[in-house]
């Protein structure tokens, strides 16, 4: 987790070479480690709570404890996590297209198109890569306010 996330992303692109399923490895691969330590933290809070404590009492199987008891009392913060990695890792695919190393020319990619529009910003027509821009950072700030009434709902329930 100490390395910068564009140096792996670069470095599993260079390796695996361009194609979709590539960008979806190499963003899974980046990707979880973080999953992996908020699961833990989430399960290390969790597990102190008294209700684990009357589980563990009542006889329940280990099993048990971690699916109906752990993994319900997680799911909120779980899925609002997963909502902000949907966003970086549409904000990664764009980046990977821009640099050429996303999906292969014929398939489209906002990347690649900012990449292409980039030519014309000096002639004096900033449009061809001002729209793919617009929409990456659209979708990715529809996502984080989506995952933002996410975690609104969660926490109102509890």
Do not use: C, H
């Amino acid at each position: 987790m100490a390395v910068p996330v564009i140096l792996l992303y670069l470095l599993i692109m260079a390796a695996l070479g361009s194609s979709a399923l590539n960008v979806v490895i190499a963003i899974t691969i980046v990707g979880t480690p973080g999953i992996a330590r908020l699961v833990r933290s989430l399960t290390l809070d969790i597990r102190t709570r008294e209700y684990i404590r009357a589980a563990e009492t009542r006889g329940e199987s280990p099993w048990f404890i971690m699916f109906v008891e752990i993994l319900p009392n997680a799911r909120g913060p779980i899925i609002v996590d997963s909502m902000l990695r949907v966003g970086y890792a549409i904000f990664a695919m764009g980046t990977l297209g821009f640099l050429g190393l996303g999906l292969p020319p014929p398939s489209p990619d906002w990347g690649s198109m900012v990449a292409k529009g980039r030519e014309f910003i000096l002639a004096g027509s900033p449009w061809a890569a001002l729209w793919p821009s617009l929409a990456i950072a659209s979708l990715v700030v529809g996502l984080n306010l989506l995952a933002d009434g996410l975690r609104e709902e969660s926490m109102r329930y509890q």
